[in-house]
Nanobody
Framework: QVQLVESGGGLVQPGGSLRLSCAAS????????MGWYRRAPGKQRELVAT???????MYADSVKGRFTISRDNAKNTVYLQMNSLKPEDTAVYYC?????????????WGQGTQVTVSS
């Protein structure tokens, strides 16, 4: 079992920055692929960024060059640094942990943190 707790959301003006954190409890954090997803009002949840257990990263086109995902396995934490924020980045951001062990998938979600970009 993995419990995920996000923090760092809030209200920010366009062009501003926020850093989201996702603290994981439980075992073997370093073996999980981690990701950030978001759900904007009236829209489906979408992938924002992922970082694999090996450190490889991937980003949605809409955030490339503005967002950076990173992980600190010693602290059991994954981060999302968000710069040059736009109103369309407004959403609830969710942390995700997943791995496959012997053909069995394990997926965990945090409760989400609200990010609002508005002047």
């Amino acid at each position: 079992q993995v419990q995920l707790v996000e923090s760092g959301g809030g209200l920010v003006q366009p062009g501003g920055s926020l850093r989201l954190s996702c603290a994981a409890s439980g075992s073997s954090f370093s073996t999980y692929d981690m990701g950030w997803y978001r759900r904007a009002p009236g829209k489906q949840r979408e992938l924002v960024a992922t970082v694999s257990s090996g450190g490889s990263t991937m980003y949605a086109d809409s955030v490339k060059g503005r967002f950076t995902i990173s992980r600190d396995n010693a602290k059991n934490t994954v981060y999302l640094q968000m710069n040059s924020l736009k109103p369309e980045d407004t959403a609830v951001y969710y942390c995700n942990a997943r791995k496959v062990v012997r053909n069995t998938g394990y997926v965990y979600w945090g409760q989400g943190t609200q990010v609002t970009v508005s002047s």
